[in-house]
T-cell receptor, first 116, second 112 residues
Framework: EAGVVQSPRYKIIEKKQPVAFWCNPI?????LYWYLQNLGQGPELLIR????????DSQLPKDRFSAERLKGVDSTLKIQPAELGDSAVYLC??????????????FGPGTRLTVL | DAKTTQPPSMDCAEGRAANLPCNHS???????VYWYRQIHSQGPQYIIH???NNETNEMASLIITEDRKSSTLILPHATLRDTAVYYC?????????????FGKGTHLIIQP
């Protein structure tokens, strides 16, 4: 069974440019998460989707970050414009759903963003 | 979620058991202890979780003290591939399905 797929794995851009990250969750997983991981720190939640609905986006900096999960499968996270401080690893995770017995999260390999 | 305290780093010889401690003195009665690990350049990987009884799976064992204020993750026969950052997280499973709250974890280094 394929795991969570993310692309690109690496991205280098200049500040003020836009960037987008793509995530394909495990087939059948209804819940999708985007996390941000700064160097030397643990991941931090940005947004959570239940199917196509964003149910927790309180940690998403909405002035420059946006996300979508059309049709409740793939998801895209966008930054526009990117700032130097956005350099980090962006992780996507999915879980079957949010029930107690099936909410184990499975992570993709992440996208490492470098803003110059 | 309750906070956890872990040592920043540990060493273990290859083939020996690696015992990773975690303190969670403010854990609530309905919170479970979860362990994830993150190998370099990969996303976090689920290892195991438990409430109060000891748990074992193909990857590791989890020992939770009777008062539930601390726990130990045991990798019985560590290999070089077990070198990673290990995160101890306490949370309510399915409790609104909050995102996982990661600390800084323990960087476990397996020595050949």
């Amino acid at each position: 069974e394929a795991g969570v797929v993310q692309s690109p794995r690496y991205k280098i851009i200049e500040k003020k440019q836009p960037v987008a990250f793509w995530c394909n969750p495990i087939s059948g997983h209804n819940t999708l998460y985007w996390y941000l991981q700064n160097l030397g720190q643990g991941p931090e939640l940005l947004i959570r989707y239940e199917n196509e609905e964003a149910v927790d986006d309180s940690q998403l900096p909405k002035d420059r970050f946006s996300a979508e999960r059309l049709k409740g499968v793939d998801s895209t996270l966008k930054i526009q414009p990117a700032e130097l401080g956005d350099s980090a690893v962006y992780l996507c995770a999915s879980s079957l759903d949010t029930a107690a017995s099936t909410d184990t999260q499975y992570f993709g390999p992440g996208t490492r963003l470098t803003v110059l | 979620d309750a906070k956890t305290t872990q040592p920043p780093s540990m060493d273990c010889a290859e083939g020996r058991a690696a015992n990773l401690p975690c303190n969670h003195s403010t854990i609530s009665g309905n919170e479970y202890v979860y362990w994830y690990r993150q190998i370099h350049s990969q996303g976090p990987q689920y290892i195991i979780h438990g409430l109060k009884n000891n748990e074992t799976n193909e990857m590791a064992s989890l020992i939770i003290t009777e008062d539930r204020k601390s726990s130990t993750l045991i990798l019985p026969h560590a290999t070089l591939r077990d070198t990673a950052v290990y995160y101890c997280i306490v949370r309510v499973p399915g409790g609104g399905a909050d995102g996982l709250t990661f600390g800084k974890g323990t960087h476990l280094i397996i020595q050949p």
